[in-house]
Structures are given as C-alpha cells and as structure tokens.
C-alpha cells in the first residue's frame, strides 16, 4: 500500500529553469494538496483540488500552477523557478471533512 | 491575520509534565480540527482530530475545542522526551480546504 507518492524526492534547479512535482494517491481520495515548508512557517497552502476536475488557490500561489489529471494525480508546476521557491513541498491528500489527511514524504527543491 | 494561528515556541517542559499547545482559528465556518506531529525532517503524522466541542481523548494526547471562541488545543500527559517535535494545528473550513498553522515546538527535557 503506496499512500501517496512523490517524486522527485530530491530537486536542484537554476533560476529561470522549470519543472513538474508528481503527486500520486492510490486510496481513492477526493481532495489533494500542495503545501510548501520553510523554517518557522508552518505549511503554507499552495493549491488544492476539492474534487477531480476542480483547483483553487491557497495562501501561497504565486509562481505555480497545478493540474488535476485525474482522481489519483495531482501535479505542481514550477514554469520559472525563482531562489524563493527554494522549500520542502508536501503533497496530500483527504477522503474527506472528518478523516485524516496522508502526506507524501516531500519534496526537497532547491532553486541555485 | 492569519487562517489559523499558533505560538511557534519553543514550549519547554520537563519529562513527565503536561505539555498544552494552543491553536486559534478565523473562520467561524470551520468544521474539523487536527493535530499533527512532525519530527524534523519528516512528513507530519496526524495525532488525533476533534470536530464537536469539548474534549477528545486518545491515551496521553486531549484535544479540546470551543468553536464559541475559536479555539483548539492539545494537551500532552506525562510528556515524554520522544514526543520533542514540532505540533501542527490544521483547520478544515469551507470546500475541503485544510489550512496549517506555523506549528508550536515542544522541547521535552529528561
């Protein structure tokens, strides 16, 4: 049993350079998130996806854009990294109002 | 002002003391309330949730809410030094939209 899948675990881009976190989720969640980590800062809201076929802004989304594939992926896009986007990011995903939500293990992106 | 708001510590507590983390929230719409735990380095693992007020109890760990003042917390019993981590306070208001707080750090010293 998967849970949720990130990929890359690991990331080291230039400024200016773009690329795709994967999210995955095999436990048939309605809802998926994207948060991103930094010293002191809690998790900060990216995007989310109440539903497939559904993407809402968070706290945070400047510079990112997301794509809901489908129920299982749940994809974040970096078209112009910036030293800012310099964070851990976690993927999640939620059944539903009073269940837990699962975390992805993250993604640590490092923007040179 | 913040979605949901939490002192980021640290909290200091001797081994075998109550630990009690505090969490304030805005919106009044809200409707489920978790605690998570992260160790450094680590995705956080989910401690408990709470969503009709008064007390929720699970071994060591009370999660107690009052949506009148908007207003969760956790208290720790006989606090442990494995449980130094950071506590994480998330809010599920309107359209499945789960916001964190900043976390508190709790140092458990032996």
């Known amino acids: 049993n998967a849970g949720v899948t990130q990929t890359p675990k690991f990331q080291v881009l230039k400024t200016g350079q773009s690329m795709t976190l994967q999210c995955a989720q095999d436990?048939?969640?309605?809802?998926m998130y994207w948060y991103r980590q930094d010293p002191g800062m809690g998790l900060r809201l990216i995007y989310y996806?109440?539903?497939?076929?559904?993407?809402d802004k968070g706290e945070v989304p400047n510079g990112y854009n997301v794509s809901r594939l489908n129920k299982r992926e749940f994809s974040l896009r970096l078209e112009s990294a910036a030293p800012s986007q310099t964070s851990v990011y976690f993927c999640?995903?939620?059944?539903?109002?009073?269940?837990?939500?699962?975390f992805g293990q993250g993604t640590r992106l490092t923007v040179v | 002002q913040k979605e949901v708001e939490q002192n980021s510590g640290p909290l200091s507590v001797p081994e075998g003391a109550i630990a009690s983390l505090n969490c304030t929230y805005s919106?009044?719409?809200?409707?489920?309330f978790f605690w998570y735990r992260q160790y450094s380095g680590k995705s956080p693992e989910l401690i408990m949730f709470?969503?009709?007020?008064g007390d929720k109890e699970d071994g060591r760990f009370t999660a107690q809410l009052n949506k009148a003042s908007q207003y969760v917390s956790l208290l720790i019993r006989d606090s442990q030094p494995s449980d130094s981590a950071t506590y994480l306070c998330?809010?599920?208001?309107?359209?499945?939209?789960?916001?964190f707080g900043t976390g508190t750090r709790l140092l458990v010293s032996p």
């Open positions: 919106d009044r719409g809200s409707q489920s």
């Open positions: 996806s109440a539903s497939e076929g559904t993407t």
């Open positions: 998330a809010v599920n208001g309107g359209f499945q939209k789960l916001v």
């Open positions: 436990m048939n969640h309605n809802s």
């Open positions: 709470i969503y009709s007020n």
């Open positions: 999640a995903s939620h059944p539903g109002m009073n269940t837990e939500a699962f």
